[in-house]
């Protein structure tokens, strides 16, 4: 009992002095919750349906960020390593019989493979020509897709996988949960001395190799890491729609990954996580109006990005807190001085 009362004393301060102080990490806490507890609300199927698939895209937003908003990679074809993931897993699970817990991951590790391979040849890319490039590669990968039917099935893709599990509620679990999870492992990477890296190698690539760093090194990583995360929305797809088709590599689903990014906000992962969390399941609750469907979504992408330029998340950010000038440390916005060392706000 007392070690039990020690660790909810823990829990207590933990969420008192780190959770409370902020609005942002209380909107955050909120947002995990309400994720958590909807099943125990309603279990309608659409509603789970629609917030499985929303975390899945979620996963993938933030890998894009994670390479091109923090690395300033401009990535145009993020849909390869969606791809690579979904068919691979696929792949494995009916030729091989290798069960959904095995594929997923393989299906990641030959994202990562994907990511090299399109690392390598763009390292010497920048801006317009390396956004031309990586758009061509998830083509290319339709193409093969295309010419080899009995191994991809052609148009129709590969169908009959099977399940991570065939209970509605523990699919919504193991997707939300592995959403959270995988999010915040991105944004924990983005806060470590690498992701300080990924920063300086976007702000000034020149700059960074003056001080030694190997900045090739970094960029490769950043398209694996990126690769991995895409490679698992992409495998974790599959097998809850239990097909992988060529509607995984489409050039459509590259340009929706980066208008997620952007609305949402890039270089902050949580920012894309946001807006694929507004804006899919928008897009779905809007199916009764058919003619109007792709008119809403892009006026409200257009408003957003015109009062909103560096994206939704940010800006409401910026309005709810404010960084202190010596310390760095963030405050909410009504406080007159920083909560750590006093220093004036205003």
Known sequence: MLTVGLYLKRFYTLIHEEVLVLPSRIIVALFFLTLLGIPLVSQNPYLIRVIILTSIFAILAASWDLLSGFTGQMNFGHALFFGVGAYTSALLNIRLHIPPWGCVPLGAAAAVLAGLLVGI????????????????????????????????????????????????????????????????????????NTGIIFHAIREDELAVKASGINTTRYKLLAFCLSGFFAGLAGGL???????????????????????WGVFGGIATIYGPVAAVFILFPLLEFVRFWPEYRTLIFAVIVLVILLYMPEGLAPWIRDKIEKECPRCKVKSIATRKTCRICDASLD
């Open 121 to 192: 040849p763009c390292l010497r890319l920048k801006k317009t020509y390396l956004a031309l490039t990586t758009l061509a590669f998830p083509i290319i990968l339709m193409g093969i897709v295309f010419a080899l039917p009995d191994l991809t099935g052609g148009e129709l893709g590969i169908s009959g996988l099977k399940r991570l599990t065939n209970s509605l509620v523990g699919n919504y679990y193991i997707h939300v949960v592995l959403m959270l999870a995988l999010c915040f492992i991105m944004w924990k990477i983005t806060d470590s």
């Open 237 to 259: 797809y599959a097998h809850y729609m239990r097909i992988a088709g060529p509607s995984t590599l489409e050039v459509s689903m590259s340009f929706t990954v980066v208008i």
